[in-house]
Protein backbone atom coordinates (compact mmCIF):
# COMPACT_ATOMS: atom_id res chain seq x y z
CA UNK A 1 0.00 0.00 0.00
CA UNK A 2 1.29 3.29 -0.84
CA UNK A 3 -0.30 4.73 2.03
CA UNK A 4 0.64 3.03 5.46
CA UNK A 5 -1.69 4.89 7.70
CA UNK A 6 -4.53 2.71 8.77
CA UNK A 7 -8.00 3.94 10.28
CA UNK A 8 -9.66 2.04 13.07
CA UNK A 9 -11.71 -0.40 10.96
CA UNK A 10 -9.19 -1.21 8.82
CA UNK A 11 -6.96 -2.18 11.55
CA UNK A 12 -9.61 -4.04 12.82
CA UNK A 13 -10.58 -5.89 9.69
CA UNK A 14 -6.70 -6.47 9.00
CA UNK A 15 -5.99 -7.95 12.62
CA UNK A 16 -9.33 -10.02 11.97
CA UNK A 17 -7.94 -11.73 8.50
CA UNK A 18 -4.46 -12.35 9.83
CA UNK A 19 -5.58 -13.90 12.80
CA UNK A 20 -7.41 -16.27 11.05
CA UNK A 21 -4.71 -16.91 8.29
CA UNK A 22 -2.14 -17.49 10.74
CA UNK A 23 -3.27 -20.16 12.56
CA UNK A 24 -3.67 -22.20 9.63
CA UNK A 25 0.05 -22.96 10.10
CA UNK A 26 1.91 -24.36 12.55
CA UNK A 27 2.39 -22.40 15.46
CA UNK A 28 6.37 -22.03 15.48
CA UNK A 29 6.07 -21.12 12.27
CA UNK A 30 3.68 -18.28 13.21
CA UNK A 31 6.20 -17.25 15.27
CA UNK A 32 9.32 -17.28 12.92
CA UNK A 33 6.69 -15.10 11.15
CA UNK A 34 5.84 -12.27 13.93
CA UNK A 35 9.49 -12.05 15.06
CA UNK A 36 10.77 -11.38 11.49
CA UNK A 37 8.44 -8.54 11.10
CA UNK A 38 10.11 -7.59 14.76
CA UNK A 39 6.87 -8.39 16.49
CA UNK A 40 6.57 -9.85 20.10
CA UNK A 41 7.38 -13.72 18.97
CA UNK A 42 5.25 -16.79 20.86
CA UNK A 43 6.07 -18.45 24.66
CA UNK A 44 5.78 -22.29 23.38
CA UNK A 45 8.07 -23.57 26.49
CA UNK A 46 5.60 -23.48 28.58
CA UNK A 47 3.55 -25.69 26.75
CA UNK A 48 0.43 -23.33 25.79
CA UNK A 49 -2.57 -24.40 24.79
CA UNK A 50 -4.51 -23.13 21.81
CA UNK A 51 -6.30 -20.09 23.68
CA UNK A 52 -3.34 -18.58 24.94
CA UNK A 53 -0.77 -18.89 21.98
CA UNK A 54 -4.00 -16.92 20.13
CA UNK A 55 -3.71 -14.39 22.56
CA UNK A 56 0.07 -13.81 22.52
CA UNK A 57 -0.46 -13.94 18.64
CA UNK A 58 -3.29 -11.63 18.87
CA UNK A 59 -1.49 -8.66 21.67
CA UNK A 60 1.34 -8.80 19.21
CA UNK A 61 -0.54 -7.83 15.98
CA UNK A 62 -2.34 -5.30 18.03
CA UNK A 63 0.83 -3.42 19.07
CA UNK A 64 2.48 -3.37 15.45
CA UNK A 65 2.23 -0.50 13.39
CA UNK A 66 0.34 0.33 10.42
CA UNK A 67 3.18 0.03 8.25
CA UNK A 68 4.19 -3.53 9.71
CA UNK A 69 0.74 -4.48 9.42
CA UNK A 70 0.49 -3.46 6.07
CA UNK A 71 3.39 -5.45 4.82
CA UNK A 72 2.48 -8.31 7.03
CA UNK A 73 -0.65 -8.57 5.17
CA UNK A 74 0.89 -8.16 2.54
CA UNK A 75 2.82 -11.24 3.14
CA UNK A 76 0.69 -13.40 4.80
CA UNK A 77 -2.70 -12.98 2.76
CA UNK A 78 -0.79 -12.55 -0.70
CA UNK A 79 -0.27 -9.84 -3.46
CA UNK A 80 -3.17 -7.55 -4.43
CA UNK A 81 -5.19 -8.95 -1.26
CA UNK A 82 -4.27 -6.44 1.22
CA UNK A 83 -6.16 -4.16 -0.71
CA UNK A 84 -9.15 -6.20 -0.71
CA UNK A 85 -9.16 -6.43 2.56
CA UNK A 86 -8.17 -2.82 4.00
CA UNK A 87 -11.10 -1.28 1.78
CA UNK A 88 -13.82 -3.95 2.60
CA UNK A 89 -16.78 -1.81 2.83
CA UNK A 90 -19.03 -1.79 6.05
CA UNK A 91 -21.98 -0.80 3.84
CA UNK A 92 -21.80 -4.74 3.43
CA UNK A 93 -25.49 -5.65 5.51
CA UNK A 94 -25.28 -9.56 4.83
CA UNK A 95 -28.81 -9.24 4.73
CA UNK A 96 -28.53 -12.65 1.99
CA UNK A 97 -27.28 -14.40 4.43
CA UNK A 98 -29.47 -13.06 7.73
CA UNK A 99 -32.83 -11.79 6.39
CA UNK A 100 -34.74 -9.72 7.71
CA UNK A 101 -37.18 -11.30 10.29
CA UNK A 102 -34.39 -10.93 13.10
CA UNK A 103 -34.02 -7.69 15.54
CA UNK A 104 -30.67 -9.52 16.50
CA UNK A 105 -28.10 -11.68 14.60
CA UNK A 106 -26.70 -14.77 16.16
CA UNK A 107 -23.63 -16.70 14.74
CA UNK A 108 -24.72 -20.12 15.64
CA UNK A 109 -20.72 -21.89 16.03
CA UNK A 110 -21.19 -25.14 16.14
CA UNK A 111 -19.37 -28.93 15.22
CA UNK A 112 -20.02 -29.84 11.60
CA UNK A 113 -21.51 -32.99 12.62
CA UNK A 114 -24.11 -31.15 14.32
CA UNK A 115 -25.81 -28.93 11.27
CA UNK A 116 -29.19 -30.81 12.05
CA UNK A 117 -29.32 -30.02 15.13
CA UNK A 118 -28.18 -26.85 15.16
CA UNK A 119 -30.82 -25.98 12.27
CA UNK A 120 -33.33 -26.93 14.19
CA UNK A 121 -32.34 -24.21 16.91
CA UNK A 122 -32.03 -21.80 13.70
CA UNK A 123 -35.42 -22.69 12.84
CA UNK A 124 -36.22 -22.32 16.73
CA UNK A 125 -34.67 -18.78 16.73
CA UNK A 126 -36.38 -17.54 13.88
CA UNK A 127 -39.99 -18.49 15.75
CA UNK A 128 -39.13 -15.89 18.43
CA UNK A 129 -37.94 -13.00 15.28
CA UNK A 130 -33.72 -13.85 16.02
CA UNK A 131 -32.03 -14.23 12.83
CA UNK A 132 -28.95 -16.90 13.11
CA UNK A 133 -26.67 -18.28 11.30
CA UNK A 134 -25.64 -21.70 10.39
CA UNK A 135 -22.53 -22.17 8.46
CA UNK A 136 -23.44 -25.81 6.64
CA UNK A 137 -27.44 -24.31 6.06
CA UNK A 138 -27.30 -20.59 5.31
CA UNK A 139 -24.58 -20.72 2.96
CA UNK A 140 -25.75 -20.61 -1.00
CA UNK A 141 -23.59 -23.45 -2.47
CA UNK A 142 -22.57 -21.58 -5.17
CA UNK A 143 -20.56 -19.05 -2.83
CA UNK A 144 -16.97 -19.29 -1.62
CA UNK A 145 -17.58 -21.34 1.99
CA UNK A 146 -14.76 -19.40 3.79
CA UNK A 147 -15.64 -16.10 2.51
CA UNK A 148 -19.54 -16.33 3.45
CA UNK A 149 -18.51 -17.63 7.05
CA UNK A 150 -16.51 -14.55 7.12
CA UNK A 151 -18.95 -12.23 6.39
CA UNK A 152 -21.50 -13.54 8.79
CA UNK A 153 -18.78 -13.10 11.66
CA UNK A 154 -18.28 -9.29 10.04
CA UNK A 155 -22.42 -8.82 10.49
CA UNK A 156 -23.27 -10.97 13.39
CA UNK A 157 -24.38 -9.24 16.41
CA UNK A 158 -23.29 -11.89 18.83
CA UNK A 159 -22.28 -15.47 18.90
CA UNK A 160 -23.53 -17.99 20.62
CA UNK A 161 -21.35 -21.73 20.72
CA UNK A 162 -23.45 -24.93 20.77
CA UNK A 163 -21.04 -27.17 23.10
CA UNK A 164 -21.64 -30.76 21.98
CA UNK A 165 -18.55 -33.00 22.96
CA UNK A 166 -15.42 -32.56 21.07
CA UNK A 167 -16.66 -28.67 20.53
CA UNK A 168 -13.62 -26.69 22.66
CA UNK A 169 -10.96 -29.68 19.97
CA UNK A 170 -12.71 -28.02 16.82
CA UNK A 171 -10.48 -25.65 14.97
CA UNK A 172 -13.36 -23.79 13.16
CA UNK A 173 -14.74 -22.84 16.45
CA UNK A 174 -11.94 -21.98 18.22
CA UNK A 175 -11.31 -19.70 15.30
CA UNK A 176 -14.76 -18.24 14.95
CA UNK A 177 -14.93 -17.90 18.86
CA UNK A 178 -11.85 -15.67 18.40
CA UNK A 179 -13.18 -13.84 15.91
CA UNK A 180 -15.80 -12.92 17.75
CA UNK A 181 -13.52 -11.63 21.07
CA UNK A 182 -11.59 -9.90 18.41
CA UNK A 183 -14.57 -7.72 17.48
CA UNK A 184 -15.67 -7.69 21.02
CA UNK A 185 -19.27 -8.58 20.33
CA UNK A 186 -21.31 -10.90 23.27
CA UNK A 187 -20.21 -14.55 23.02
CA UNK A 188 -22.45 -17.27 25.25
CA UNK A 189 -21.38 -20.63 25.04
CA UNK A 190 -24.62 -23.45 25.81
CA UNK A 191 -23.80 -27.04 26.39
CA UNK A 192 -24.48 -29.92 28.73
CA UNK A 193 -21.71 -31.78 30.05
CA UNK A 194 -18.16 -30.35 27.88
CA UNK A 195 -16.09 -28.48 30.01
CA UNK A 196 -15.12 -25.16 28.60
CA UNK A 197 -11.49 -24.27 28.60
CA UNK A 198 -9.52 -21.10 27.40
CA UNK A 199 -11.08 -17.86 26.93
CA UNK A 200 -14.73 -19.07 26.21
CA UNK A 201 -14.74 -20.48 30.02
CA UNK A 202 -15.53 -16.80 30.86
CA UNK A 203 -18.33 -17.22 28.92
CA UNK A 204 -20.24 -20.14 29.46
CA UNK A 205 -23.36 -20.18 30.11
CA UNK A 206 -24.92 -22.56 32.84
CA UNK A 207 -25.16 -25.46 31.78
CA UNK A 208 -28.24 -27.60 30.94
CA UNK A 209 -29.06 -30.94 32.08
CA UNK A 210 -30.11 -32.17 28.73
CA UNK A 211 -29.19 -30.29 25.59
CA UNK A 212 -32.07 -30.54 23.12
CA UNK A 213 -32.50 -27.54 19.84
CA UNK A 214 -35.39 -26.12 22.25
CA UNK A 215 -33.49 -25.91 25.60
CA UNK A 216 -30.53 -24.65 23.53
CA UNK A 217 -32.59 -21.93 21.79
CA UNK A 218 -34.67 -20.78 25.09
CA UNK A 219 -30.75 -20.78 26.87
CA UNK A 220 -30.10 -18.11 24.36
CA UNK A 221 -33.18 -16.23 24.06
CA UNK A 222 -33.17 -16.21 27.55
CA UNK A 223 -29.45 -14.54 27.58
CA UNK A 224 -30.27 -12.05 25.53
CA UNK A 225 -32.70 -10.45 27.67
CA UNK A 226 -30.12 -10.04 29.70
CA UNK A 227 -28.14 -7.74 26.98
CA UNK A 228 -30.10 -3.81 27.31
CA UNK A 229 -29.41 -3.87 23.65
CA UNK A 230 -31.61 -6.27 22.49
CA UNK A 231 -33.92 -7.45 25.92
CA UNK A 232 -37.42 -5.59 25.18
CA UNK A 233 -36.85 -6.99 21.23
CA UNK A 234 -36.59 -10.60 22.30
CA UNK A 235 -39.11 -10.07 24.91
CA UNK A 236 -41.19 -8.80 21.91
CA UNK A 237 -40.85 -12.16 19.97
CA UNK A 238 -41.36 -14.30 23.59
CA UNK A 239 -44.84 -12.55 23.27
CA UNK A 240 -45.15 -12.71 19.75
CA UNK A 241 -44.30 -16.73 19.93
CA UNK A 242 -47.09 -17.14 22.35
CA UNK A 243 -49.58 -15.44 20.60
CA UNK A 244 -49.67 -17.00 17.15
CA UNK A 245 -48.62 -20.96 18.80
CA UNK A 246 -50.42 -23.26 16.53
CA UNK A 247 -50.24 -26.34 18.81
CA UNK A 248 -51.04 -26.94 22.34
CA UNK A 249 -47.11 -27.76 23.07
CA UNK A 250 -45.97 -24.97 21.27
CA UNK A 251 -48.05 -22.62 23.29
CA UNK A 252 -46.48 -24.45 26.35
CA UNK A 253 -43.12 -23.88 25.44
CA UNK A 254 -43.56 -20.24 24.56
CA UNK A 255 -45.34 -19.31 28.01
CA UNK A 256 -42.11 -21.77 29.32
CA UNK A 257 -39.64 -19.36 27.33
CA UNK A 258 -41.64 -15.95 28.80
CA UNK A 259 -41.54 -17.42 32.41
CA UNK A 260 -37.76 -17.88 32.32
CA UNK A 261 -37.34 -13.94 31.63
CA UNK A 262 -38.32 -13.13 35.48
CA UNK A 263 -39.98 -9.78 36.31
CA UNK A 264 -41.79 -8.23 33.53
CA UNK A 265 -43.62 -5.07 33.24
CA UNK A 266 -47.20 -4.27 32.83
CA UNK A 267 -47.58 -3.83 29.09
CA UNK A 268 -45.74 -6.85 28.58
CA UNK A 269 -48.36 -8.68 31.01
CA UNK A 270 -51.42 -6.98 29.08
CA UNK A 271 -49.90 -8.59 26.13
CA UNK A 272 -49.23 -12.13 27.28
CA UNK A 273 -53.03 -12.14 28.89
CA UNK A 274 -54.12 -10.67 25.38
CA UNK A 275 -52.31 -14.02 23.71
CA UNK A 276 -54.17 -16.13 26.28
CA UNK A 277 -57.62 -14.80 25.09
CA UNK A 278 -56.72 -14.82 21.45
CA UNK A 279 -55.74 -17.96 20.88
CA UNK A 280 -57.38 -20.90 20.77
CA UNK A 281 -54.22 -22.92 21.86
CA UNK A 282 -54.12 -21.67 25.04
CA UNK A 283 -57.62 -20.38 25.91
CA UNK A 284 -59.56 -21.15 28.03
CA UNK A 285 -57.55 -24.60 29.91
CA UNK A 286 -55.12 -26.21 27.42
CA UNK A 287 -51.05 -27.60 28.72
CA UNK A 288 -50.20 -23.86 28.44
CA UNK A 289 -52.76 -22.31 30.57
CA UNK A 290 -51.26 -23.00 33.63
CA UNK A 291 -47.86 -21.88 32.67
CA UNK A 292 -49.89 -18.21 31.86
CA UNK A 293 -51.23 -18.52 35.09
CA UNK A 294 -48.27 -18.92 37.16
CA UNK A 295 -46.71 -16.16 35.42
CA UNK A 296 -49.24 -13.44 36.72
CA UNK A 297 -49.84 -15.01 39.39
CA UNK A 298 -46.20 -14.15 40.38
CA UNK A 299 -47.10 -10.67 39.28
CA UNK A 300 -50.16 -10.42 41.52
CA UNK A 301 -52.49 -11.19 38.51
CA UNK A 302 -55.24 -13.56 37.60
CA UNK A 303 -56.16 -15.30 34.55
CA UNK A 304 -58.61 -13.35 32.72
CA UNK A 305 -61.70 -14.81 32.01
CA UNK A 306 -63.08 -12.96 28.98
CA UNK A 307 -62.32 -12.54 25.61
CA UNK A 308 -60.39 -9.49 24.57
CA UNK A 309 -62.97 -6.12 23.59
CA UNK A 310 -59.76 -4.20 21.94
CA UNK A 311 -56.51 -4.52 19.62
CA UNK A 312 -53.35 -6.15 21.20
CA UNK A 313 -51.32 -4.10 23.43
CA UNK A 314 -48.48 -2.20 21.84
CA UNK A 315 -45.25 -3.06 23.51
CA UNK A 316 -43.38 -0.13 24.58
CA UNK A 317 -40.15 0.86 23.36
CA UNK A 318 -36.67 -0.74 24.85
CA UNK A 319 -36.33 -0.28 28.19
CA UNK A 320 -39.69 -0.81 29.15
CA UNK A 321 -40.37 -4.23 28.61
CA UNK A 322 -39.27 -6.15 31.77
CA UNK A 323 -37.79 -5.17 35.04
CA UNK A 324 -34.55 -6.56 35.82
Known amino acids: MADSTLSAPQRAESIIRLLSSLFD???TDI????TSFQLQGLNLEDYPDYATVYAQC???LQAADSLTLSRLATYVLGSGITTQVLDTKPSDTADDLWGSVGVVRVFLSHLASQREFVGRVSSDLHNI???SFVAHNSIDVSRAWQDEIERALRTADVLAGIAHPGFYDSFWTQQEIGWALGR???VVI???DESPR???ARYQAPMLRELTPWRAASAIALWLTRQDRWASAVVDGLVHDLQHATSFGDAREAAERLNEVGKLTE???DAIEHAYLSNDQLYPNHVGAAVVSGILKSHGRELPKDKPSRGTPRLRSRGQLFEH
Do not use: M
Open 184 to 186: EIP
Open 31 to 34: DIIL
Open 129 to 131: RIS
Open 267 to 269: TVL
Open 25 to 27: REW
Open 190 to 192: IGS
Open 58 to 60: RAS
Open 198 to 200: GFP
